[in-house]
């Protein structure tokens, strides 16, 4: 699907940003820049598009997403109905690859962190101790200015690039294409998908609210993302039976429904199909990592 470019503002003192967002939820347009983007999601949850991936998000959640890699954090719809105290809060941290210069930047003694950024363009989960290291990196650097500010951004940096609490979000190579005039076509798409998954979606409703026929719509789709209109709406409607087997509140039969499906057989064969796992062995192993830490 066809990003679109959006600004990352920056004062002209500063050569990066960073800042706590406190919001009704956080930014839903498909998008990309060519800032590497850590962010650290303390409060929110929803799902989260980072180029191919689709997966759900929760707080305490945090990732980087490099050089011009599209990415989109949809909160859920309780977030967006304006319910009194309920916000969504990040930290977050943009800088150009090349914020040091090209000769700073090509120091062996760097040769860690140039391979960290060029994963980046993969997306990049921070798990474990290495998140609670960044976390507090983070919080110490709001407000911070001059040379601390740098010297932090390194210290996060060389604590990323030695880690093995890393993994990569979208392995494969994600490419688009930088023409945007379809983005508000593709965006509705994908926010009708997110509202409406847990009903039955016919093509004929989708292709009308991308105001093309069903063919036309099928073609379209597939060009854009890689991927048929029912992959996505696929995995849309795991990711939610995912969280819905973490919160642990209701039985599986129930998760079944609630996420679109319409029968159990095809519940459970779609969700093996994305997770390698069936639904209990799925909230079995997710309890199990639970009670080790």
């Known amino acids: 699907m ?4 959006l600004k990352v503002p920056l004062k002209p003192e500063l050569s990066f940003s960073i800042r706590r967002d406190v919001v009704p939820f956080f930014y839903n347009h498909w998008h990309y820049h060519p800032e590497i983007e850590l962010l650290h999601i303390e409060k929110g949850s929803g799902t989260q598009f980072i180029g191919e991936s689709i997966e759900n998000f929760s707080e305490d959640h945090m990732v980087m997403v490099g050089s011009n890699l599209p990415h989109m954090w949809r909160c859920e719809e309780k977030y967006h109905q304006g319910r009194a105290g309920l916000f969504a809060e990040s930290k977050v941290i943009h800088f ?3 914020l040091w210069g090209e000769r700073f930047g090509n120091l062996p003694e760097l040769k860690a962190i140039y391979n960290l950024l060029e994963s980046a ?5 921070v798990e474990g101790e290495t998140k609670e290291k960044v976390r507090v990196l983070m919080e110490e650097m709001i407000g911070m200015d001059g040379l601390d500010r740098i010297i932090h951004l390194l210290k996060i940096l060389k604590i990323l690039a030695s ?8 392995p494969t190579n994600f490419e688009f294409s930088l023409d945007d005039l379809d983005n508000q076509r593709l965006n509705q798409i994908y926010n009708y998908t997110l509202i409406n998954f847990e009903k039955k979606i016919s093509l004929e409703e989708v292709a009308e609210v991308a105001n093309m026929s069903p063919t036309s ?7 854009r993302t890689n991927k048929t209109y029912s992959q996505l709406l696929l995995e849309v409607r795991v990711g939610h039976a995912c969280k819905l087997l973490i919160d642990g509140n209701l039985s599986v039969s129930q998760i079944c429904f609630d996420s679109g499906f319409n029968n159990s057989s ?4 779609h969700f093996k199909a994305i997770t390698q796992k069936t639904p209990l062995q799925y ?11």
């Not at 066809?2 to 470019?5: L, S």
């Not at 363009?121 to 989960?125: A, E, M, P």
Request: net charge positive.
């Open 121 to 125: 363009k993969s997306g990049l989960h």
């Open 163 to 170: 880690s093995d609490d890393i993994s990569l979000i979208s």
């Open 2 to 5: 066809k990003p679109q470019f």
């Open 266 to 269: 095809n519940f459970n064969r």
């Open 96 to 98: 150009l690859p090349d």
């Open 217 to 223: 719509f099928c073609r379209y789709f597939k060009s």
């Open 283 to 293: 909230q079995q192993e997710y309890w199990r990592r639970k009670r080790k830490k």
